[in-house]
């Protein structure tokens, strides 16, 4: 029931497999059913909070156009052996432009090839860090402004703030960054 890897978990994979590979995920395991069946089920199933197949082919046609031609296993395949990786965001709440110009010390490694793309290093680090993934959700602020996320992460509900708003907080639709300052101009006279 363990994986290495932030796109595959065991159980959300499971929960959303076919009932074929629900009886290999039973019998061999996450990963080994994970392999067998990549690219054989004509439906991609989710296998991480932290990647969504089908939000990544409606956000990039050209992608979903690739893998029906048969260039692709999937989108997931695409979107870890692509060759440009930072022109792609795993979901709608990670965006590689945001946080490569939030972080250029982040922009700087990626360009030296110390990680693949900015959502690498989000996931390795700075999801800890609480370092902001998209204009639409500053961790830093969604655990400060919400009680409900510190409790959570405290008892083991999430493991991290990223974690429990994919998991919890966008479905309970918890404010997820500060709300746009409101800048009131005098009329011209």
């Known amino acids: ?3 290495r890897s932030p796109f595959l978990d065991p159980g959300i994979y499971r929960a959303n497999a076919s009932a074929e590979a629900v009886a290999m995920i ?6 080994l059913a994970f392999l067998r069946q990549f690219g054989a089920d004509p439906v991609e199933r989710r296998t991480t909070r932290y990647f969504d197949p089908d939000w990544y082919r409606a956000a990039y046609p050209e ?7 048969g260039r692709w296993h999937g989108a997931l395949h695409h979107y870890l052996a692509n060759t440009t ?5 795993p979901l709608p709440v990670f965006s590689e432009r945001d946080y490569l110009a939030r972080y250029p010390d982040i ?3 990626v360009e030296a090839g110390k990680w693949r793309n900015g959502y690498t290093h989000f996931l390795t680090n700075g999801s800890a860090e609480l370092r902001t993934p998209s ?5 830093r602020w969604y655990v400060e402004n919400n009680a409900s996320v510190r409790d959570d992460i405290a008892a083991g509900r999430a493991p991290d703030a990223f974690a429990h708003y994919l998991a919890i907080g966008h479905g309970d639709g918890l404010p997820s960054a500060p709300p746009p300052e409101v800048v ?6």
């Open 1 to 3: 029931g363990r994986s």
């Open 26 to 31: 039973d019998a061999e395991g996450a990963f």
């Open 63 to 69: 992608v979903a156009e690739s893998i029906a031609a």
């Open 85 to 89: 990786p930072t022109a792609f965001d």
């Open 107 to 109: 922009a700087e490694a």
């Open 135 to 139: 204009a639409s959700l500053d961790l």
């Open 184 to 189: 009131i101009t005098e009329p011209p006279i």
